[in-house]
Nanobody, 120 residues
Framework: QVQLVESGGGLVQAGGSLRLSCVAS????????VAWYRQAPGNEREFVAR???????RYRDSVKGRFTISRDNAKKTVTLQMNSLKPEDTAVYYC??????????????WGQGTQVTVSS
């Protein structure tokens, strides 16, 4: 059974930074794509960043240059470094691990989410 445990959320002022971490268990992590999504109140869950098993990253346009996704296969951990945070980044952030090496939401496992709140 796959388990994903997120940490690192919190309250920060605009312009500040947060680092989210997600530790996986029960999965062949090094062969899996990983991703971060977020969901703000009243909105649908949206893609933030993902990294295939070959370490190729991709970001949504609004976070490019501010967020960095990384992975440590030995520790089965995926992180999201968030800099220059804006109030519109406020959301619950979810990590996810895919079934294969290329990211696909189908069949992915999800964490419980961690709240990020950016004050203006």
């Amino acid at each position: 059974q796959v388990q994903l445990v997120e940490s690192g959320g919190g309250l920060v002022q605009a312009g500040g930074s947060l680092r989210l971490s997600c530790v996986a268990s029960g999965t062949i992590f090094d062969r899996s794509a990983v991703a971060w999504y977020r969901q703000a109140p009243g909105n649908e869950r949206e893609f933030v960043a993902r990294m295939h098993s070959d370490f190729m990253p991709r970001y949504r346009d609004s976070v490019k240059g501010r967020f960095t996704i990384s992975r440590d296969n030995a520790k089965k951990t995926v992180t999201l470094q968030m800099n220059s945070l804006k109030p519109e980044d406020t959301a619950v952030y979810y990590c996810a691990v895919g079934r294969g090496g290329v990211w696909d939401t189908r069949g992915a496992d999800w964490g419980q989410g961690t709240q990020v709140t950016v004050s203006s």
